[in-house]
């Protein structure tokens, strides 16, 4: 793919695994901002054309700063995903050794993600901080013992020596970023997913299963789905939904229309290429067999007689 262009905002200070994800697409100008929040909002109110947030991890999950962020309080498009390997270090300021750790600190998702190796530091209390890079500033910046999780790059940037590496609690751990940006729709690649988010009007038994039927029924593919809660009352939710295609496809818009017209509202989050090729290959499987379900379906309806 071609590297971003424009004004990016991404969670900074540099040396975070966002700023690690621009670097490695390649980008014109960045800005860092201190929470994923500020990042969201500079891209709604144009203080830059796009932004890099992280939307998932392998370990941890759904970021849910950033999925709250898109679907409650900005209305912004996702255009690209970028999926990377991420490996924790646990880096301190020369000459402090592993036992005289008073304090470590990252970003709460990154902390979820090396439990195992901090049951080895029962002395030191963990804090979370805006980013796994403003935790190495900060550890740089103290007299005390500190230690920060976070990536080789925060090290090198902030004077840290590495006193443990790759100390993620699995080996497969990866997180997915997604570029956002404010109105236009990335174009279609034949390898894409969409993502949206479906509001009920009220909670009434099926609601689910009607919505889930409608992409069953085309035979479209659900990657992810997850319930948030709307923040409206205790129990309310809705449905974050992806599935492979892209909106421009016309099995996914006129399964979209028809969730929209009988079912529930529903918010564009976005089509956007994705990483792999596993979904394409899905797809083709699936037209491949409607296409097959046609011609069928077509032989039967050419041997009914007139009457």
Known sequence: M?????????LGPE?????EAL???GVGESVAYPTIGDVLAAVSDGRV???LVPLENAIEGTV???????VFDHDLVIVREIVMPI???LMARPGVQLNDITRVASYSHALGQVRHFLQRLPGARTEPTASTSQAALDTAASSEPWAAVGSRLAASLFGLSLVAEDIEDHPGNATRFVLVGRQSVAAPTGHD????VCFQDADRPGSLYGILGRFAARDINLTKLESRPTKTGLGDYCF???FDGHVSDDIVADCLVDVQAHLVRVKFLGSYPVTGDEAKEKRGDVDQRRARAREWMEDIRRRVTES
């Open 2 to 10: 071609a590297s971003v262009t424009g004004r990016v905002g991404f």
């Open 15 to 19: 040396g975070s695994f966002s700023h």
């Open 23 to 25: 670097v490695s697409v």
């Open 49 to 51: 054309d796009q932004g």
């Open 64 to 70: 849910s700063a950033t999925i709250d962020g898109l």
């Open 87 to 89: 490996h924790l270090h």
């Open 193 to 196: 997913r969409s993502l949206v």
């Open 240 to 242: 974050v939904i992806e």
